[in-house]
């Protein structure tokens, strides 16, 4: 396996997951990749690992460069085991290598993974001499666990940004400008979506840190290096991280005999006839992890659900779940829909739950009782158009 020249003297070892297609419950088409990442100076130094099972992958990058036994430093900006799962293995060929990571957390959570090794805490502000490089450590708690942290070297213009700025993206290319841009940044819109929505709010705490640095590169853990269009990536990040959702719609449901499915139609004509760009989601047919992007930049969102067993269909209850997690919060407007045979709980308990999201519920629900007639869905296109012109 051979290292990847970023910059002189710095280098990509990480490892590319091809075949992985769940991360936790994302939905991972793409495969990923684990950017690891070693620089070599006065003092060699390995800016985080990868994920275990790929640690011979990794070393047999570095060993492409230089004996893994010349390793002095080891920085470790996240615990998850995606990205420090590899540091019991390099650590057998550098037992005295210093390992630096965020204080406290990253040091208590290297401890219960790995045995405590007197990891060395560092906070923000803090700066380590390697040469003719430095390094300087910005702590980034909640993007997206408490331990978080960011590694820049000025000198080189390079910021590591762990889990920020990253996607799950397989690829032999490692740049930017060398894949289409479009289909980047969907992935990194993906890829925020699902695991850095509910953090939004501390990555505004530390935006003006970062923003404010001198940055040529950014150097995630996860998917192709920024070089070309770091503006675009910081851009879309200052918008998603603000919560000010477009002027657009999305209708997520499932439907058994198709009559909350002609509902969905029916919503997403009003929304459309009315100016509001929409698109529709069966959970049949597509992944939550698929549908969660499209909740960053739409202002309406509705959910609809037959009634199975006095509750929600199964699909709908997860797909709601999965959203309350990600804590969309305010700004935007919902409704619940759906048809029911004889009971009809599952409408109430969607709106219920989509209240619990955070969001604005803008209209009565719409129950419809067993087949929506022509007359039930005019009456719901016009309460929808109605409901658009009180929310633009």
Avoid at 253 to 282: L, N, Q
Avoid at 329 to 346: C, D, H, I, T, V
Wanted: glycine share 6%; net charge negative.
């Amino acid at each position: 396996m051979k290292a990847t020249k970023i910059k002189d003297g710095i280098y990509w070892v990480g490892a590319v997951d091809w075949n992985i297609r769940n991360f936790h419950g994302y939905s991972t088409e793409e495969g990923t990749s684990y950017g690891a990442y070693l620089i070599v100076d006065e003092k060699v130094t390995l800016i985080d690992t990868v994920k275990a099972p790929f640690a011979e992958e990794m070393l047999s990058r570095i060993s492409d460069i230089i004996p893994p036994e010349k390793i002095d430093i080891i920085i470790s900006n996240h615990v998850e085991m995606d990205h420090s799962g590899a540091l019991p293995a390099i650590l057998e060929h550098c037992p005295n290598a210093a390992v630096y990571t965020s204080t406290p957390s990253g040091a208590k959570g290297l401890a219960a993974h790995y045995g405590d090794r007197g990891y060395l805490p560092v906070k923000t502000g803090d700066s380590l001499s390697i040469g003719k490089r430095t390094l300087t450590f910005v702590s980034t708690p909640m993007l997206h666990w408490p331990d978080n942290m960011v590694t820049y070297c000025p000198e080189e213009k390079i910021l590591f940004s762990n889990d920020a700025f990253g996607q799950h993206y397989a690829s032999t290319e490692h740049f930017d400008d060398e894949v289409d841009l479009p289909l980047l940044l969907s992935e990194a819109k993906k890829y925020y979506g699902n695991i850095l929505m509910c953090f939004g709010r501390q990555i505004q705490n530390v935006w003006n840190t970062i923003s404010s640095l001198d940055i040529e590169m950014i150097a995630p853990s996860h998917g192709l290096i920024w070089r070309s269009h770091i503006e675009d990536i910081l851009k879309v990040y200052s918008t998603w991280s603000a919560n000010n959702p477009e002027t657009s719609a999305m209708i997520v449901y499932d439907s058994m005999w198709h009559s909350t499915e002609m509902i969905a139609k029916t919503i997403c004509e009003a929304f459309a006839d009315s100016g509001v760009p929409a698109r529709i989601y069966d959970l049949k047919a597509n992944h939550i992890s698929n549908i969660v992007p499209d909740v960053l930049t739409s202002k309406y969102i509705a959910v609809g659900s037959p009634t199975l067993n006095n509750q929600m269909m199964p699909s709908v209850s997860s797909f709601l779940c999965y959203l309350k997690g990600l804590s969309p919060k305010s700004n935007r407007e919902a409704f619940a829909f759906g048809s029911y045979g004889w009971s009809g709980q599952s409408i109430e308990l969607v709106e219920k739950e989509l209240e619990a999201s955070g969001f604005h519920i803008a209209m009565d629900k719409i129950r419809i009782n067993y087949i929506p007639s022509e007359e039930h869905l005019n009456e719901i296109y016009e309460n929808v158009k109605n409901m658009i012109e009180q929310t633009k």
